[in-house]
């Protein structure tokens, strides 16, 4: 009879902790004798599924184990004992079955298990005590739908452990090990293997009991002939196999050698049962072997086993010696290298990395040693000497190597040779920009300071202007001018003051400020730096930069320059900055007063004609690769490009378009000579006579050589005929191909339908609605005011203004409404039309926002035109701020009101008396055909604006 076991109760090693598998002495087997005499030690650990000393998480485990084994291999007569005290295990009809999840028990080897319930654990010391130390050992079977090859989970481990009753009697192998409990310390109990056995039935199940028939007549090996020729043959091929799995594998070297000395006294069913144990196998393999009581079959399937063993070896010893061989090539390489260095040192070749590093900066900073600062000099010998003390892997050692890399990079008191030819220089600037009378006017200024003095100090220029005038391109041209190098780079949106100040070197990845990686850049200390979109600075966490460009843009101050990183005093007093702005009233006012603005206004439709023609076309041409005899852009074009499609203050948006013409253009080009050439490729191809002649002259050359020159021949032939075709067929297609011509008739073929129209809405402009002049960032535009009656009646004096117009203008709207109250009742005492009038002011084009307080003289007269039921005065356009008393306040903006004014085909305009300067300085080609009046009072706007002797009441 047996007693079960529920398999809850045992906590089974893990799968990568295979239950160690020991050979047991038995006087009875010469074949435990040897096994007996093998000895494992605890770096024996289990690879691939062989034997290994177990442990686990109870603490004093592995002693334990040891403990018994060692006592059975000093003393085989105290480990003959272990079995002989004991009654034979045939007298005992019930045992304690324990299921194995990983592998089976054989026979003649030991396997810890745990075991944590204590009622099995007191069964089992129970059974001790009643001298009947034996238990069953029956291997686990997978569940029916479960994968073999996949290993199972934790939560799957654990359902098993629950399994009770019959349920668990159904999950056993029938064919187990009968088990010697060895020993029961804490939970972990040692299980010695004797003998093959069998279940029969189950008794019941509380405790789970089995009925068993006498196990050793059933199972005992099948009787065999030790001299058969096909068992010896099967035996000694797996002890061969094991031999050769020595050769690879070193991890049971010891055993199998210990056993193979013994052939002697071996028996064939153990020796099976030894080569299915410390093989890799699965636990499915084990137990096929362990239920194979045929010696044959048995020795066949171990033989499977190590044959397979013995090719994993193989794979093993491949891996490892391809490894090994990688690793020893390096070490090799290694080694021979430190031995080059070595020699090289001894012989005086080679330095180490600290040493060169330190030559390399002296041999750098010495030619800079006299105009080198002393301070920097200093610095420099402190960091060469901190550096040779530090150890290279140290982190503090890359930090000052890259210290150093910076400081001697400087170009300390390195200048360029500037130029002070103001002739050239003014051939330069001429040649790159076309007008900016400014612009160069400063620069020569800047030229001829430097040359009466000999030297020339650092300035800050700030260039304010719209985009596309040319501030950006012009600091190049200026650098080019002034032979200096020329360096750039942009602050817009710029938060992080470390961008120009440096990092702390303390900091991971720390790097100089911008100002310090421009001075290595260009290798001089007088470059022409450009700081682009200075208005256009951020303001973030991390401080304000334009707080820290006060230092770097302070003639005072920027002499003696620290940078974080550096932490020297750098002169920058020879460094020209110059800046560039769209609006300068965006510019923090302390920055703004270190710098001097020189304004650039928009181009004038004449200047945009002459860049046009003489610099964008030129250089677009010659990018696209067109001939000047291909193409002809006509002047008509170029005008209608400008001021239907390019209306802005700047040039780029009229690049853009002619690029775009001569895209086209060339596309155009192209297309016509394909089709030349094809067809007159059709028209060869067509004539039989010219057929002919070639054939009979390929045929004559052919017919007087022989035939691997006639081949040679074929080939030049061929070689030169392409060569030919592709000369004539440029010949064709430069004969052939028409000019294209560009006009106003055919502009929109090439850029699409003009994007402005005529900013005059009305030729004569009607009772209530005046003409003003309007400036932004873009340029000058003309802006016209409307005002209109909505309602006459006593008490209905109010005026309602539309336009998107901002607050500014809107307060105007009201001054302008008092202001022309004040003059009505001046001029025509009796009218109370702004008395009894609801008005209704607008500013077109609605969706455009405007503000500002120049329309305020143009909307005064616009309200006095509708009171007085007069137009103003034809072709007439003003500007200007008015005060309640009258007063016209200056404006802004007046090259491009003025050039916006001729756009409009303006003859007449009032501007406020104070910009009289600001008209004076304008070019002459800009104020020519104009009629321009100054005023310093409404009054004397009115008197231009409603005489009477030029008032007209025709309306458009």
């Not at 260095?341 to 012989?347: N, Q, S, V």
């Not at 003859?907 to 008209?919: E, G, L, Q, V, Y």
Request: with cysteine; charged share 30%; hydrophobic share 35%.
């Amino acid at each position: 009879m047996l007693k079960l076991i529920s398999s809850s109760c045992i906590h089974r090693l893990n799968p990568a902790s295979v239950p160690v598998l020991r050979p047991v002495a038995d006087s009875a087997s010469p074949l435990l004798r040897v096994l007996s005499s093998l000895s494992l030690s605890r770096s024996n650990r289990y690879l691939g599924g062989r034997i290994f000393f177990c442990s686990d998480s109870s603490e004093g485990s592995d002693h334990v184990v040891e403990a018994e084994v060692k006592a059975a291999e000093e003393s085989p007569s105290k480990a003959s004992a272990i079995v002989s005290t004991y009654p034979r295990p045939e007298d005992y009809l019930t045992v304690l079955a324990l299921p194995l999840q990983h592998r089976p028990l054989f026979p003649g080897f030991y396997m810890p298990i745990f075991v944590k319930d204590p009622k099995v654990l007191a069964a089992l010391q129970e059974s001790r005590d009643r001298q009947a130390p034996y238990a069953g050992a029956f291997l686990l079977k997978d569940e029916p739908d479960s994968d073999p090859s996949v290993v199972s989970s934790s939560d799957t481990e654990k359902s098993v452990y629950d399994l009770k009753g019959k349920e668990l009697f159904n999950r056993l192998h029938d064919v187990g090990t009968l088990a010697q409990i060895s020993s029961i310390h804490g939970d972990q109990v040692i299980l010695i293997g004797h003998r093959r056995l069998r279940i029969t039935e189950m008794v019941s199940e509380d405790p789970l009991t089995v009925k068993v028939d006498h196990l050793k007549a059933l199972l005992q090996d099948k009787a065999y002939n030790k001299d058969d020729d096909i068992i010896k043959a099967t035996s000694f091929e797996v002890i061969s196999t094991l031999r050769d799995v020595l050769k690879t594998s070193s991890l049971w070297r010891d055993h199998v050698q210990t056993y193979t000395k013994h052939i002697g006294d071996f028996t064939y069913p153990r020796l099976a049962d030894f080569g299915a144990a410390i093989s890799g196998a699965n636990k499915l393999q084990c137990q096929q072997v362990l239920e194979e009581l045929d010696v044959y079959k048995r020795l066949k399937l171990t033989l499977e086993l190590v044959k397979k063993e013995m090719e994993i070896s193989k794979i093993q010893e491949s891996i490892a010696k391809a490894i090994e061989e990688k690793i020893s090539g390096e070490q090799r390489r290694y080694l021979l290298n430190e031995q080059l260095k070595a020699i090289k040192k001894e012989l005086g070749l080679e330095t180490d990395d600290k040493t060169a590093l330190t030559g390399k900066f002296r041999e750098r900073i010495e030619p800079k040693r006299e105009k080198c600062p002393p301070h920097v000099l200093q610095v420099i010998d402190e960091e060469l000497t901190k550096l040779q003390l530090l150890e290279a892997s140290s982190s503090e050692f890359s930090v000052t190597r890259n210290y150093l890399d910076w400081l001697t990079a400087l170009p300390w008191g390195e200048y360029s040779d500037e130029n002070f030819d103001v002739t050239r220089a003014q051939k330069i600037l001429d040649e790159d920009h076309y007008g900016l009378t400014d612009v160069k006017e400063r620069i020569l200024e800047f030229i001829a300071v430097g040359k009466l003095r000999g030297t020339s100090q650092g300035k800050i220029i700030c260039l304010s202007g719209p985009p596309g005038v040319g501030k950006t391109s012009i600091g190049r041209s200026i650098a080019r001018a002034l032979n200096r190098k020329f360096f750039r780079f942009s602050v817009g949106g710029l938060a992080d003051v470390a961008e120009i100040k440096g990092h702390r070197r303390t900091y991971i990845g720390a790097m100089p400020g911008k100002m310090v990686q421009c001075l290595k850049n260009v290798e001089t200390a007088n470059p022409l730096v450009l700081i682009d979109e200075i208005d256009k600075l951020g303001r973030g966490h991390a401080g304000d930069p334009a707080s820290a460009l006060l230092e770097l843009l302070d003639p005072e101050q920027n002499a003696n320059f620290l940078d974080h990183y550096l932490d020297v005093p750098i002169d920058l007093s020879k460094v020209l900055f110059v800046c560039t702005a769209n609006v300068v009233e965006m510019i923090p006012s302390p920055l703004l007063d270190r710098m001097e603005v020189v304004a650039i206004a928009g181009y004038i439709t004449d200047e945009k004609m002459h860049i046009a023609r003489d610099y964008l076309e030129k250089n677009t041409r010659e990018a696209c690769g067109i001939k000047p005899e291909q193409v002809e852009v006509t002047d008509a074009a170029l005008l209608a490009l400008i001021e239907s499609y390019c209306r802005e203050a700047g040039v780029r948006n009229l690049q853009k378009h002619i690029e775009k013409i001569y895209r086209k253009i060339a596309l155009k080009l192209v297309r016509q000579g394909e089709t030349i050439v094809e067809n007159s490729a059709l028209v060869e191809s067509s004539n039989p006579e010219h057929m002919d002649e070639n054939s009979e002259e390929v045929d004559n050359l052919q017919s007087n050589q022989p035939a691997d020159q006639s081949l040679c021949l074929d080939n030049k032939s061929t070689d030169m005929e392409v060569s030919k075709e592709r000369e004539e067929d440029k010949e064709i297609e430069t004969k052939t191909i028409d000019k294209v011509l560009v006009d106003n008739t055919n502009l929109d073929d090439f850029v699409g339908k003009p994007v402005f129209h005529a900013e005059r809405i009305y030729d004569r402009t009607p009772t209530g609605v005046v003409m003003g002049l309007a400036w932004t960032a873009m340029g000058g535009s003309t802006l016209y005011i409307e005002t209109t009656l909505v309602e006459e009646g006593e008490g209905k004096a109010s005026l309602h203004v539309t336009g998107q117009l901002g607050d500014v203008m809107k307060e105007s709207a009201q001054i302008a409404h008092t202001v022309a109250r004040a003059i009505l009742l001046e001029k025509k005492p009796g009218n109370p039309f702004f008395a009894n009038s609801k008005l209704h002011l607008h500013v077109p084009a609605g969706a455009t926002p405007k503000d500002g307080p120049s329309a305020g003289c143009t909307m005064t007269t616009s309200l006095l035109s509708l009171a007085l039921k007069k137009p103003v005065k034809k072709d007439l356009a003003m500007t200007g701020e008015v005060t309640l008393t009258g007063k016209i306040l200056p404006i802004g903006g007046v090259k491009e009101k003025t050039i916006a004014a001729r756009r409009s085909e303006v003859k007449t305009i009032i501007f406020p008396s104070a910009n009289r300067r600001d008209f004076d300085e304008l070019a002459p080609n800009v104020k020519e055909g104009l009629d321009v009046h100054f005023v310093d009072d409404y009054l004397q706007i009115f008197d231009l604006a409603f005489d009477d002797e030029k008032s007209h009441n025709t309306e458009k």
